[in-house]
């Protein structure tokens, strides 16, 4: 993997994310499969909360507030009545207690690890351990909250928004001796099997979503061209679509997801996982810009990008999966749950999008074009 900047990459606003999975994610702190196959909740006993608002914890600005930090609602389909098995909002509010003790336990671990103070940002789903100003951590929480909660919106669901804050954290640094810093303790934590064989190349980039623990370095200069939010988001929804499907998303999906996100959030995706220099966006990428890609044919066929290796990339690739997945989401997004799960039970890709949406890619190739056009 080529992990170097390209500066004309740097200077047109995007920016080379060296982001390689090292194998399977490590447990993560997700509910238990309430067993059943209710169609509302697809087993998992919650549904996102009704007119749920933000929620985000900064170290030193307010209580932690449990009640607010809580995940998700009773399903009102299966979780009725007053079986033991019925799952109510005190037991919500205590897992939340339990994930933000967890949280801190893992802050003070790391502040130790690296011998100095770091600022804890908690959001419902991730936990943020920084050297960013408060200010600027601030609106990185916020970024990443209004992430997962877009995609619980738009799926109606919390089946692809899987971590928790105790199970997933970001480590957001300040400057690469920071970085080598953190590099050092991980490998004082980890052996070199469990750290995986993408970590000394990772060592020549800024950021690595490494199963363990998510972690990336700014600079000044970083952040006058690309706002740390995007790469929060970047490796947030990354690491949502990876749990979701069992570490099965083809890179499509997982660069889309993130785009995606990027371009919801905050308003166009501008940090690309990219292998090779000159094979990447150069310029931030929007969903209308890709709308043009569609309808001047710039995109190749579905069926050769559904199982193309990111390595493979070119650069109208990154834009392609960005349309593809705001498709796939918000055109029927009951069914983009369903494929999520499809990949998850192990159905290669391919068959999974299939099945899950009753057409074949080429149907859906044309579909997607047309809803591209009159979005």
């Known amino acids: 993997m080529d992990a170097q900047f390209d500066r004309r990459t740097l200077l047109g606003g995007t920016m080379f994310a060296v982001l390689a999975s090292t194998g399977r994610a490590l447990a993560q702190d997700q509910l238990a ?121 738009v799926a109606e669901s919390l089946a692809i928004t899987p971590t928790r804050p105790a199970g997933y954290s970001q480590v957001i640094l300040w400057g690469e001796p920071a970085w080598a810093k953190f590099r050092a303790a991980m490998e004082q934590l980890f052996t070199p099997e469990q750290l995986g064989g993408e970590w000394q190349n990772a060592g020549k980039g800024m950021l690595y979503d490494h199963p363990a623990v998510a972690h990336c370095y700014l600079t000044q200069k970083t952040v006058r061209e690309v706002a740390a939010e995007y790469f929060a988001v970047k490796l947030a929804a990354t690491r949502q679509i990876w749990v979701a499907t069992g570490t099965r998303a083809p890179a499509w999906l997982v660069d889309g997801l993130a785009a995606y996100a990027q371009q919801a959030v905050l308003g166009s995706a501008r940090v690309f996982t990219i292998y090779a220099q000159g094979r990447g966006p150069t310029r931030p990428v929007t969903l209308d810009q890709t709308a043009r890609q569609a309808a001047a044919g710039q995109f190749r066929p579905w069926e050769k990008l559904l199982t193309r290796d990111l390595r493979d990339f070119e650069t109208a690739d990154y834009a392609q999966s960005l349309a593809m997945v705001a498709f796939l989401l918000e055109d029927q997004p009951a069914k983009f749950v369903s494929f999520v799960e499809r990949l998850k039970s192990g159905t290669a890709t391919p068959a999974a999008l299939e099945e899950a949406y009753g057409a074949t890619a080429g149907e859906l190739e044309t579909a997607g074009g047309k809803w591209l056009a009159r979005r």
């Open 33 to 153: 499969e309430a067993g059943s196959d209710c169609r509302r909740c697809r087993g998992l006993g919650l549904v996102p909360r009704s007119n749920a608002k933000a929620y985000v914890f900064v170290e030193g600005q307010a209580d932690f507030d449990p009640a607010a930090a809580a995940v998700g609602q009773k399903c009102p389909l299966c979780m009725k009545g007053d079986d033991k098995a019925v799952i109510d909002e005190a037991a919500l509010v205590d897992a939340a207690k339990r994930q933000h003790a967890d949280v801190l336990a893992q802050h003070a671990q790391w502040e130790e690890r690296l011998g100095e103070e770091l600022l804890l940002v908690q959001t419902r789903h991730a936990a943020i351990h920084t050297q960013l100003k408060a200010a600027d951590a601030k609106r990185v929480g916020d970024a990443v909250e209004q992430t997962t909660m877009r995609l619980q919106r």
